[in-house]
Nanobody, 125 residues
Framework: QLQLVESGGGVVQPGGSLRLSCAAS????????MSWFRQAPGKEREGVSCISGGDGSTNYADSVKGRFTISRDNTKNTMYLQMNSLKPEDTAVYYC??????????????????WGQGTQVTVSS
């Protein structure tokens, strides 16, 4: 059974760091493009970062470029999002999602067939 389970969220002060994990089961992570999305209260869900299948090419939203790093551990079938220099505007529920294809190409939620339950990240002093 296909499942995505996020963990690692929490409360952190501005400038702090968190690492989110997305444990996958029921499929092989490296065979699909995978993304992190986030949704803040009252806002639409937005794509944060994507890692392609195979060679693991990555891309990032402008708002997180240089601060967040997406990665994947094929031996653990787990994806990560290292978040540094966190800002209050990063506060949101973060979701991992599996794209229906191998390559990253935009963040249309309709192109992601499977989602985790989400993990809350709160950046506040």
């Amino acid at each position: 059974q296909l499942q995505l389970v996020e963990s690692g969220g929490g409360v952190v002060q501005p400038g702090g760091s968190l690492r989110l994990s997305c444990a996958a089961s029921g499929f092989t992570l490296r065979d699909y493009a995978m993304s992190w999305f986030r949704q803040a209260p009252g806002k639409e869900r937005e794509g944060v970062s994507c890692i392609s299948g195979g060679d693991g090419s990555t891309n990032y939203a402008d708002s997180v470029k240089g601060r967040f790093t997406i990665s994947r551990d094929n031996t653990k079938n787990t994806m990560y999002l290292q978040m540094n220099s966190l800002k209050p505007e990063d506060t949101a529920v973060y979701y991992c999602a599996r794209r229906t294809s191998y390559y990253c190409s935009g963040y249309d939620p309709g192109l992601f067939g499977s989602w985790g339950q989400g993990t809350q990240v709160t950046v506040s002093s």
